[in-house]
């Protein structure tokens, strides 16, 4: 099992930059694929990114295409998003979600696909 734990979250203007952090503990993160969804208020969870085990692959949803990035770093378990050019409708909470996987060299897409899920963090854009 792993245990997931989101922050960086916070108020931020038009424009600016945030970096999420998810920190995982109990197994190493080179065992999981990786995502980030996010969740606005009478909104379903939608995906944002993704990561494959391996950590070669990455997928985005088109709506943070060329604003966010995933990356991972191994020694520290963490898996990060970095969000830039943030636009008021990136408002929600933000949750980072891992997928035990060996063999599938591809980006999980669909949150039903995921094992674990963290708590969530808040991301609010004003403009």
């Known amino acids: 099992q792993v245990q997931l734990v989101e922050s960086g979250g916070g108020l931020v203007q038009a424009g600016g930059s945030l970096r999420l952090s998810c920190a995982a503990s109990?197994?190493?993160?080179?065992?999981?694929?990786m995502g980030w969804f996010r969740q606005a208020p009478g909104k379903e969870r939608e995906f944002v990114a993704g990561m494959s085990t391996s950590g070669t692959s990455t997928y985005y949803a088109d709506s943070v295409k060329g604003r966010f990035t995933i990356s991972r770093d191994i020694a520290k378990n963490t898996v990060y998003l970095q969000m830039n050019s943030l636009k008021p409708e990136d408002t929600a909470v933000y949750y980072c979600?891992?997928?035990?996987?060996?063999?599938?060299?591809?980006?999980?897409?669909?949150?039903?696909?995921?094992?674990?899920w963290g708590q969530g963090t808040q991301v609010t854009v004003s403009s």
């Open positions: 109990g197994r190493t993160l080179s065992t999981y694929g």
């Open positions: 979600a891992a997928k035990a996987s060996l063999r599938y060299s591809g980006v999980y897409y669909y949150a039903r696909q995921y094992d674990y």
